[in-house]
T-cell receptor
């Protein structure tokens, strides 16, 4: 397996634009996680899906952020409209069954909002 | 509110040394604790997961311990190698009124010199 795949690896956009980050979890994994990493706040869990259903979205910062998982092999994290303070590295991770299992992380998407 | 602290923030050692990374957390009511490794420009790699009922986990040259009552965990790396150079993060999973949560420490940046 190729591991968790994220795209794009780098995204530069202007304030107010819509940004969509994509993730393909490891095949057969039932849980998917979106994280955000910044210098100020470190690594934060944004949302957790289990069997394509959002279980815990308490980490989503505000309504500008939304995440979907239409099927077991694909998830998106969307920011609309984007703001400069959204600049960060966004990681996607997956685990075999639940959040208590070992999580495998993708390479991340570095987002810069000008 | 759970707080996770990692000491030291940075560590530089010569190759071959045994070393210990420390992680402390304020709320002992946790499900599990996990150690991750992060390489520059890459995603996180899960190293060891310790359930709250366990006291330690071992994988190769790595050994992680958990003392839930004192709110501490250590990651022991034996016979360090330059390839061990990375940032090491610990994360605890617990819960609060909002539901389950995953809280990360700030990380320890390790440099192993040849």
């Amino acid at each position: 397996d190729a591991g968790v795949i994220q795209s794009p690896r780098h995204e530069v956009t202007e304030m107010g634009q819509e940004v969509t980050l994509r993730c393909k979890p490891i095949s057969g994994h039932n849980s998917l996680f979106w994280y955000r990493q910044t210098m100020m706040r470190g690594l934060e869990l944004l949302i957790y899906f289990n069997n394509n259903v959002p279980i815990d979205d308490s980490g989503m910062p505000e309504d500008r952020f939304s995440a979907k998982m239409p099927n077991a092999s694909f998830s998106t994290l969307k920011i609309q409209p984007s703001e400069p303070r959204d600049s960060a590295v966004y990681f996607c991770a997956s685990s075999l069954v639940s959040r208590t299992d070992t999580q495998y992380f993708g390479p991340g998407t570095r987002l810069t909002v000008l | 509110k759970q707080e996770v602290t990692q000491i030291p923030a940075a560590l530089s050692v010569p190759e071959g040394e045994n070393l210990v990374l420390n992680c402390s957390f304020t709320d002992s009511a946790i499900y599990n604790l996990q150690w991750f490794r992060q390489d520059p420009g890459k995603g996180l790699t899960s190293l060891l997961l310790i359930q709250s009922s366990q006291r330690e986990q071992t994988s190769g040259r790595l050994n992680a311990s958990l003392d839930k009552s004192s709110g501490r965990s250590t990651l022991y790396i034996a016979a360090s190698q330059p390839g061990d150079s990375a940032t090491y993060l610990c994360a605890v999973e617990g819960w609060d009124n909002a539901g389950n949560m995953l809280t990360f420490g700030g990380g320890t940046r390790l440099m192993v010199k040849p």
